[in-house]
């Protein structure tokens, strides 16, 4: 996400430096630490019913009926559980994201103007009627029978989802409606169990896993629906429309009538850039930015492995200047600065980046956000060095000096749980840290080497989960030298960097 660009804007147009941190505008991350430091603080493939079950992967299919006069979607979802598991499984578990927008616990300034939720009925595994507990965002479904290793079941139920107004990510406006995290979505049970995180508004809050997806919208006339797979740009959709993609980590889908588009091509991956009226003139300098972007990173890192991007412009609620969805990314189209408004390239090229760190390789975002943002931030800082001539060394030294204070008053380190974290200090310690942190390790081993450890990971652990561990064990490798102690002093505060020299 790059969620602080909302907040940096609004101090800059006030010329206020109150509230919080971030980052990831050059000139918020300045204001951010001029304040600390002044106060002295601190492939696609077609999916017959056969394949299903010869795959390790979850199967969504899902029916989703659009309304747009009741801001709802319902309809059926089905979703058939991997035979390829290591053990018995009694209860499964879903998100139910939309609920947190029910009842709004996370303070007026951020509350929705109506509320959201996604009601859930009818659950049946395998055909027989099976129970369940909703907790909030989290529903659990008790298996009729105990489903033990290389059985397969399908659970399918009705779902309801009311769209909040003003709701983060997931919301309503216009004759636009952005669907995030938008369907009942099966937790991850790995080696720690399930993994059943509840909603909090620092940072991005979710999980999940490669799966495959089959989804129909039906729309009322002349709606596009653009979504995470690969979409059919020519025209609006003719009552329905089904999409397929294999091997994702989510589906999100905007469905709209406020939509323009600009078609382009990064190599064989198709860039779309959508945008409303208005927008005309960022438009056309983000989609360059998009498809510079792309190929950038993909030079970099290795093959983006799927057929389109889509890049949306628009503000998708309160504190989100850019999201990332696995083939679909959204974007403020410009921000404030001291020297007038520009386009919001370096938010494009952020959630861009994220299709490497977070779409391809997978991380726990609520265990370790650092990874994927930290990885992330890196990757927009060396886009926007290398193809906009923007050199952050400085800020980028100021930001391990004020996150060194945060960490000897706090005791906070970058590789802690979201909850951990409070908005004032998790860009700092989450985003710029670890991008400040690569970036002194391309001054200690060379910038080729530090892109060979990016490059290996990425390759390792694409379509997989990663953890913090997994990359310091694919950067010692490649290094060919031991860096432990060098992560240690910059992800877990064991040493003092002023002291470590
Ligand atoms: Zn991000």
Known sequence: MNGWMRRAMVELRFWVCLGFCLILALIALMGQLDRQQASGAHARLSMGKAAVQSVSRPVYRIWA??????RTVSGRMEVTLPADRPETWKEVYFHLYPNAFRRWQWGEHTKPKEPGYLDVSDIKVNGRKATSHIDGTVMRVKLPEPLAPG???????????????GGSRLNAFGQTAFLAQWYPMLAVKD?????????TTVGDPFYSQMS?????????EGY??????????SHPVKGAVTLRQENMRDFAAVITKDYEVIQGAAGDVEVNLWYQKGMEREAKKLHQAAVSGMQFFGNLFGPYPYREVDVVLGETGYGIAGMEYPGLVTSIPKYPTREGERPAVNVVVHEL?????YAVVGNNQVKEPWLDEGLTTFSELLYMHDKMGEDQRDLLARAAEVSDEIHEKQGVTSVEPLYKYSDSIYGLMV?????????????EIGKEKVLEILQTYYDRYKFQVATTRDFIRVANEVAGKDLTSFFDRWLFFKENIKKAG
């Open 431 to 443: 985003y710029t840290r670890p991008a400040a942190m690569l970036w002194e390790l391309m001054d």
């Open 65 to 70: 009926d659009y309304d747009d006069e009741a």
């Open 212 to 220: 495959d997806f089959e989804v129909t919208f039906r729309v009322p």
């Open 224 to 233: 596009r629906v653009i979504t995470s797979a690969d979409d059919d740009l």
């Open 191 to 199: 080696e720690d169990g399930w993994h059943t995180e509840p909603y």
């Open 151 to 165: 059985q397969s079941a399908r659970i399918k139920m009705t779902y309801r989802l009311k769209l909040p107004k």
């Open 353 to 357: 980046a994220h299709q490497w760190w």
